[in-house]
Nanobody
């Protein structure tokens, strides 16, 4: 059974930084791409970033491009999301996710089967 556990969320002032982590277990981590999504109150869950299984390719939502960086450590079965220059509109619950199939850099929510419990990120103005 695949388990994903996020950590690293919290409260930060606008312009600050946070680093989220997601530890994976239950399947061969290095065989799958990984993704981060977020959901703000009253809004749909939206794509944030994805990384290929080897880490050689990444893709970001336009809203976070140049501010967020996704990375992974296959030896530790962990994916990270470094978030810099945070804005109040980045406030959301952040979820890591693992796709159902071996795809390159999945960007659509429907491509993901396994989800973590989420970690709250709150950016104050």
């Amino acid at each position: 059974q695949v388990q994903l556990v996020e950590s690293g969320g919290g409260l930060v002032q606008a312009g600050g930084s946070l680093r989220l982590s997601c530890a994976s277990s239950g399947r061969t981590f290095s065989a799958y791409a990984m993704g981060w999504f977020r959901q703000a109150p009253g809004k749909e869950r939206e794509f944030v970033a994805t990384i290929s299984r080897s880490g050689d390719s990444t893709y970001y939502a336009d809203s976070v491009k140049s501010r967020f960086t996704i990375s992974r450590d296959n030896a530790k079965n962990t994916v990270y999301l470094q978030m810099n220059s945070l804005k109040p509109e980045d406030t959301a619950i952040y979820y890591c996710a693992s796709p159902s199939k071996v795809t390159y850099i999945p960007t659509h929510r429907g491509e993901y089967e396994y989800w973590g419990q989420g970690t709250q990120v709150t950016v104050s103005s």
